[in-house]
Nanobody
Framework: QVQLVESGGGLVQAGGSLRLSCAAS????????MGWFRQAPGKEREGVSC????????YYADSVKGRFTISRDNAKNTVYLQMNSLKPEDTGVYYC???????????????????WGQGTQVTVSS
Protein backbone atom coordinates (compact mmCIF):
# COMPACT_ATOMS: atom_id res chain seq x y z
CA GLN A 1 0.00 0.00 0.00
CA VAL A 2 1.49 3.29 -1.12
CA GLN A 3 1.48 6.11 1.39
CA LEU A 4 2.65 9.68 0.94
CA VAL A 5 2.63 11.73 4.12
CA GLU A 6 3.23 15.47 3.95
CA SER A 7 4.39 17.61 6.85
CA GLY A 8 5.78 21.07 7.49
CA GLY A 9 2.85 23.27 6.58
CA GLY A 10 1.66 26.12 8.75
CA LEU A 11 1.00 29.81 9.07
CA VAL A 12 3.75 32.22 8.09
CA GLN A 13 4.01 35.91 7.35
CA ALA A 14 4.74 37.15 3.87
CA GLY A 15 8.45 37.00 3.19
CA GLY A 16 8.92 34.04 5.48
CA SER A 17 9.98 30.48 4.75
CA LEU A 18 8.65 26.97 5.20
CA ARG A 19 10.06 23.56 4.38
CA LEU A 20 7.64 20.83 3.39
CA SER A 21 8.52 17.16 3.61
CA CYS A 22 6.84 14.14 2.07
CA ALA A 23 7.69 10.69 3.35
CA ALA A 24 6.89 7.85 0.96
CA SER A 25 6.35 4.18 1.70
CA UNK A 26 5.10 1.14 -0.17
CA UNK A 27 6.81 1.97 -3.46
CA UNK A 28 10.25 1.78 -5.05
CA UNK A 29 10.89 5.43 -4.34
CA UNK A 30 13.92 5.86 -6.59
CA UNK A 31 11.84 4.69 -9.58
CA UNK A 32 9.28 7.46 -9.16
CA UNK A 33 9.23 11.08 -10.13
CA MET A 34 7.92 13.20 -7.29
CA GLY A 35 6.04 16.44 -7.32
CA TRP A 36 4.49 19.14 -5.21
CA PHE A 37 1.12 20.55 -6.13
CA ARG A 38 -1.15 23.07 -4.50
CA GLN A 39 -4.79 24.00 -4.48
CA ALA A 40 -6.11 27.34 -3.34
CA PRO A 41 -9.76 27.80 -2.35
CA GLY A 42 -11.94 27.97 -5.44
CA LYS A 43 -9.09 27.12 -7.78
CA GLU A 44 -7.90 24.02 -9.57
CA ARG A 45 -4.94 22.03 -8.35
CA GLU A 46 -1.71 23.23 -9.97
CA GLY A 47 1.78 21.86 -10.24
CA VAL A 48 4.37 23.74 -8.22
CA SER A 49 7.52 21.71 -8.77
CA CYS A 50 8.50 18.23 -9.86
CA UNK A 51 11.72 16.24 -9.71
CA UNK A 52 12.80 13.22 -11.70
CA UNK A 53 13.43 9.85 -10.14
CA UNK A 54 17.20 9.68 -10.27
CA UNK A 55 18.96 12.22 -12.51
CA UNK A 56 18.02 15.32 -10.55
CA UNK A 57 16.07 17.08 -13.28
CA UNK A 58 13.59 19.58 -11.90
CA TYR A 59 10.67 21.63 -13.12
CA TYR A 60 9.22 24.74 -11.50
CA ALA A 61 6.09 26.69 -12.19
CA ASP A 62 6.92 30.25 -13.26
CA SER A 63 5.20 31.62 -10.16
CA VAL A 64 7.71 29.96 -7.82
CA LYS A 65 10.96 30.04 -9.79
CA GLY A 66 13.77 31.52 -7.75
CA ARG A 67 11.82 31.15 -4.50
CA PHE A 68 11.13 27.42 -4.12
CA THR A 69 13.56 24.52 -4.29
CA ILE A 70 12.60 20.88 -4.64
CA SER A 71 14.95 18.10 -3.56
CA ARG A 72 14.81 14.45 -2.70
CA ASP A 73 16.70 12.00 -0.55
CA ASN A 74 16.29 8.55 -2.05
CA ALA A 75 17.94 6.94 0.98
CA LYS A 76 15.17 8.36 3.18
CA ASN A 77 12.32 7.99 0.66
CA THR A 78 11.57 11.65 1.17
CA VAL A 79 11.03 14.66 -1.05
CA TYR A 80 11.27 18.24 0.17
CA LEU A 81 10.07 21.65 -0.90
CA GLN A 82 11.95 24.62 0.50
CA MET A 83 9.76 27.69 0.15
CA ASN A 84 11.34 31.11 0.62
CA SER A 85 10.03 34.64 0.15
CA LEU A 86 6.50 33.38 0.57
CA LYS A 87 3.62 35.46 -0.74
CA PRO A 88 -0.07 35.46 0.22
CA GLU A 89 -0.83 33.95 -3.20
CA ASP A 90 1.17 30.88 -2.19
CA THR A 91 -1.60 30.01 0.28
CA GLY A 92 -3.26 26.66 -0.29
CA VAL A 93 -3.20 22.98 0.45
CA TYR A 94 0.06 21.47 -0.73
CA TYR A 95 0.04 17.91 -1.97
CA CYS A 96 2.86 15.50 -2.63
CA UNK A 97 2.52 13.08 -5.54
CA UNK A 98 4.44 10.21 -7.10
CA UNK A 99 4.44 8.87 -10.63
CA UNK A 100 6.65 6.42 -12.56
CA UNK A 101 7.27 8.89 -15.36
CA UNK A 102 10.26 10.51 -17.03
CA UNK A 103 8.09 13.42 -18.11
CA UNK A 104 8.23 15.69 -15.07
CA UNK A 105 7.14 18.77 -16.99
CA UNK A 106 3.97 17.03 -18.14
CA UNK A 107 3.45 15.63 -14.66
CA UNK A 108 3.55 19.12 -13.19
CA UNK A 109 1.62 20.95 -15.91
CA UNK A 110 -1.13 18.33 -16.09
CA UNK A 111 -1.19 17.78 -12.30
CA UNK A 112 -1.33 14.10 -13.14
CA UNK A 113 0.19 11.40 -10.94
CA UNK A 114 -0.51 7.89 -9.78
CA UNK A 115 -0.31 8.47 -6.05
CA TRP A 116 -1.24 11.44 -3.89
CA GLY A 117 -0.81 12.44 -0.28
CA GLN A 118 -3.51 13.96 1.89
CA GLY A 119 -2.07 17.45 1.78
CA THR A 120 -0.75 20.01 4.23
CA GLN A 121 -2.10 23.53 4.66
CA VAL A 122 0.14 26.51 3.96
CA THR A 123 -1.19 29.92 4.88
CA VAL A 124 0.76 33.09 4.15
CA SER A 125 -0.51 36.22 5.83
CA SER A 126 0.06 39.68 4.43
Amino acid sequence: QVQLVESGGGLVQAGGSLRLSCAASGLAFDNYAMGWFRQAPGKEREGVSCISSSDGNTYYADSVKGRFTISRDNAKNTVYLQMNSLKPEDTGVYYCAADPTWGIQAMCIMADANYWGQGTQVTVSS
